[in-house]
C-alpha cells in the first residue's frame, strides 16, 4: 500500500456552493476507494471558484460599508481552505461511516506556504482572480485598492496576482504527525496561503497565488509519500492535443515529461503545471512516481489500467 498525497482540480469541488456541497460527494467516493485499500491519504486541493466568490463578497461589503478596508488576499485564501475543508471532511467522514470505516478521523489543516519575496513572479503578476470589471471600475478598484488591474482575453479586467514558487510548507510537522497517526489530513487548499518572513519569526500573507499542484508536489516530496496523484479533466495526458495525430500517454519519464513541456506540448495553467509537478516528483527519488488522471479512475490508475503514470 502507498502513502499518497492527491491533488484535487476545481472539477472535483464545483463552482458554487450548491455544487461543491454535490462534488464532494462523489469526490469523497473516489478517494474513499484509495482508503478502503489501505493506502495513507494526505488531500491537497485548488479553491479558484471558491476564493473568487469570496473575494466578491468582500469587495461588495467594502462597497456598502466605507469604513471596510479591502481584505487581503491571503485571508480570503484562509476563508476558502475553511470552507472547502468543512464539505469535504463530512462527505469523507459520512462515506468512511457508510462503508464502516470508523477509525479514520478527517481534519483539515489551514495551511501556510512560504514563497520567496525575491521569486521574479513577483514582478510579473499572471494569475488573474475575481470578477470581470469594466475599464473604468477597474481604475477606481485600483485607486482605491492599489490592486494590480489588466485586461483578461478581451473579457473585461481582473485583478492580476503574482503566482511564486512553494519553499515551504509551515504546518508540515502537524500535517506529518496527523498523517501518521492515521488522520485523513486536507491540506494545503488553493496552494497553501503564500507567506514570506518579515523578521525571524513573523510571517506576512503575500498577495499571491500558489499553484495548487506545484504545492501537492512539495507537500509529497516533504511527508516522502510513494505517490502523487494529481486528478483533472482528463483520464491521461495528451501530445499534440485536439490535433489530428493526438497521442496519449501510457506512461512517461521525468525526462520526456520535460521535454514534452520544453517543446509547448501542454497548456500553460492547465496542463503544463501538472506534468511539470508530476515530473519533479518523480525525480526527486528513486521509486517515487506520480499519476494524472481523472477522479473516478484514480483506483484504475493505480493498478496501473489507466492514466499516466510519470516514473523513472
Given amino acids: 500500500m502507498y502513502k499518497i498525497v ?7 469541488l464545483g463552482t458554487t456552493l450548491p455544487e461543491q456541497a454535490n462534488a464532494v460527494k462523489i469526490t469523497a467516493r473516489a478517494i474513499v476507494d484509495l482508503i478502503e485499500d489501505g493506502n495513507q491519504v494526505v488531500i491537497a486541493h ?21 469604513s471596510q478596508g479591502s481584505t487581503p488576499l491571503s485571508v480570503c485564501g484562509a476563508m476558502s481552505q475553511a470552507y472547502i475543508g468543512y464539505d469535504l471532511q463530512n462527505a469523507l467522514r459520512e462515506e468512511m461511516l457508510d462503508r464502516g470505516i470508523i477509525n479514520k478521523p478527517v481534519v483539515t489543516m489551514v495551511t501556510q506556504v512560504e514563497v520567496d519575496p525575491l521569486d521574479p513572479a513577483f514582478q510579473t503578476p ?34 492580476y496576482v503574482a503566482s ?3 519553499k515551504h510548507i509551515i504546518e508540515l510537522g502537524a500535517i506529518r504527525q496527523l498523517s501518521n497517526d492515521g488522520h485523513i489530513v486536507i491540506c494545503c487548499g488553493g496552494g497553501g496561503i503564500p507567506v514570506f518572513r518579515t523578521d525571524k519569526n513573523h ?27 494529481i486528478l483533472t479533466a482528463v483520464e491521461q495526458v495528451a501530445i499534440h492535443f485536439r490535433k489530428e495525430n493526438e ?17 509547448g506540448e501542454f497548456a500553460p495553467g492547465s496542463m503544463l503545471p501538472k506534468v511539470q509537478a508530476a515530473a519533479k516528483f518523480a525525480a526527486s527519488k528513486p521509486g517515487r512516481k506520480s499519476l494524472i488522471t481523472l477522479l473516478e479512475k484514480a483506483r484504475d490508475g493505480i493498478a496501473g489500467k489507466t492514466g499516466t503514470i510519470i516514473s523513472q
Fill in 203 to 229: 510571517l506576512k500573507g503575500a498577495a499571491a497565488v500558489i499553484d495548487k499542484d506545484f504545492a501537492a508536489e512539495l507537500l509529497a516530496e516533504q511527508l516522502d509519500a510513494d505517490l502523487l496523484i
Fill in 6 to 12: 492527491i491533488a484535487l482540480g476545481g472539477n472535483a
Fill in 247 to 263: 497521442t496519449w500517454l501510457s506512461s512517461l519519464t521525468p525526462e520526456e515529461a520535460e521535454r514534452y513541456a520544453a517543446d
Fill in 126 to 159: 499572471s494569475k488573474p482572480i475575481g470578477k470581470f470589471l469594466s475599464r473604468e471600475e477597474a481604475a477606481a478598484m485600483a485607486e482605491k485598492t492599489g490592486f494590480l488591474y489588466r485586461e483578461d482575453a478581451g473579457r473585461g479586467w481582473r485583478r
Fill in 46 to 66: 485548488g479553491n479558484g471558484p471558491q476564493v473568487g466568490i469570496i473575494n466578491n463578497a468582500m469587495l461588495a461589503l467594502m462597497h456598502e460599508d466605507p
Fill in 164 to 166: 511564486p514558487k512553494p
